[in-house]
T-cell receptor, first 113, second 112 residues
Framework: AQSVAQPEDQVNVAEGNPLTVKCTYSVSGNPYLFWYVQYPNRGLQFLLKYITGDNLVKGSYGFEAEFNKSQTSFHLKKPSALVSDSALYFC???????????FGTGTRLTVIP | NAGVTQTPKFRILKIGQSMTLQCTQD?????MYWYRQDPGMGLKLIYY???????DKGEVPNGYNVSRSTTEDFPLRLELAAPSQTSVYFCASVLAGYNEQFFGPGTRLTVL
């Protein structure tokens, strides 16, 4: 069975500092991994995905994520946080070839001016 | 393209009432999904469809029904509303062979 863990409900970071939002996963076979962002009263927006290839994936708005197979992790990162990055971030996983996603519980990122 | 649209945006139901949440996509996506989002619980899959005429249960299907008569529309039906169905409901779609799901803006449902 697939599962995703986002160990931090809340992450606070000062504007201009690097940010990391953590995600670990469990899935049979090779995973497809995703990050989505949700702004208040909005649907989820796709940020980036890992399917295969380079372990460092670059996505929208300057975000990137690193796939680490040995640690079964897919942490979201950004070198310099903006106040506008404040939102709810979801990590999701699916099995290879499947379209159904399993989501983590979300991490609320607050960037402090 | 309008993408994925959902109606209504908000709704308050009394226990035992029924309603249909509408979802439409204009991207010719094969796959469509219904999720519910409860505070601190992430998104849970209710039902999904891989094409017109084909639907299947997700993690939390009890109390809901769906149909997929066209590629564009994937309505979610609540027959006997219960307080446990108070949630935010999201519809999503994706093209077969791709992985990025596109989400609608959500429907906030309260059952009192």
């Amino acid at each position: 069975a697939q599962s995703v863990a986002q160990p931090e409900d809340q992450v606070n970071v000062a504007e201009g500092n690097p940010l990391t939002v953590k995600c670990t996963y469990s899935v049979s076979g090779n995973p497809y991994l995703f990050w989505y962002v949700q702004y208040p009263n909005r649907g989820l927006q796709f940020l980036l995905k890992y399917i295969t290839g380079d372990n460092l994936v670059k996505g929208s708005y300057g975000f990137e994520a690193e796939f680490n197979k040995s640690q079964t992790s897919f942490h979201l990162k950004k070198p310099s946080a903006l106040v506008s990055d404040s939102a709810l971030y979801f990590c999701a996983v699916s099995q290879t070839g499947a379209n159904n996603l399993f989501f983590g519980t979300g991490t609320r990122l607050t960037v402090i001016p | 393209n309008a993408g994925v649209t959902q109606t209504p945006k908000f709704r308050i139901l009394k226990i035992g009432q029924s309603m249909t949440l509408q979802c439409t996509q204009d991207m010719n996506h094969n796959y469509m999904y219904w999720y519910r989002q409860d505070p601190g619980m992430g998104l849970k899959l209710i039902y999904y469809s891989v094409g017109a005429g084909i639907t299947d249960k997700g993690e939390v299907p009890n109390g809901y029904n769906v149909s997929r008569s066209t590629t564009e529309d994937f309505p979610l039906r609540l027959e006997l509303a219960a307080p446990s169905q108070t949630s935010v409901y999201f519809c999503a779609s994706v093209l077969a062979g791709y992985n990025e799901q596109f989400f609608g803006p959500g429907t906030r449902l309260t059952v009192l």
